[in-house]
């Protein structure tokens, strides 16, 4: 396997989930009127709820303002970046290349 890891990633990541010692999953979840809910969709659902119950619509007029931190230098305002698809398709290759760096080296101790 470690002779051919940079053209066959996939047997790597099911080898290193096999490994793992605990799958994490979610659920089941109990619901406001106290039933329990397993169902995948249910589930999501109850997530949703959840989440937009705790989370606020902010009231864009009146944001407060911030102090400036720095003051005519270089950093003092952001700039305007440009992403295209090469600049995206190189940085996921960088991750990628990365991580089965990693995964290597906890493979050959």
């Known amino acids: 396997m ?3 890891i ?3 990633t996939k047997s790597l990541c099911a080898y290193v989930n096999s490994r793992c010692k605990s799958k994490v999953r979610v659920g089941p979840l109990v619901a406001d009127n106290g039933n329990i809910v397993a169902d995948a969709e249910d589930m999501s659902e109850q997530l949703n709820e959840y989440f937009t119950s705790v ?3 902010e009231n864009l007029s009146s944001i407060p303002s911030t102090d ?3 003051k005519d230098n270089e950093y003092s305002f952001l700039s305007d970046i440009e992403v295209d698809h090469a600049v995206v398709i190189n940085w ?3 991750v ?3 991580l089965l760096d ?3 080296s906890l493979l050959e101790f």
């Open 68 to 70: 400036t931190v720095a």
């Open 55 to 57: 989370f606020t619509t």
């Open 96 to 98: 990628q290349t990365r």
């Open 6 to 8: 940079k053209n066959d």
């Open 92 to 94: 996921q290759v960088f």
């Open 2 to 4: 470690a002779a051919n």
């Open 102 to 104: 990693q995964m290597i």
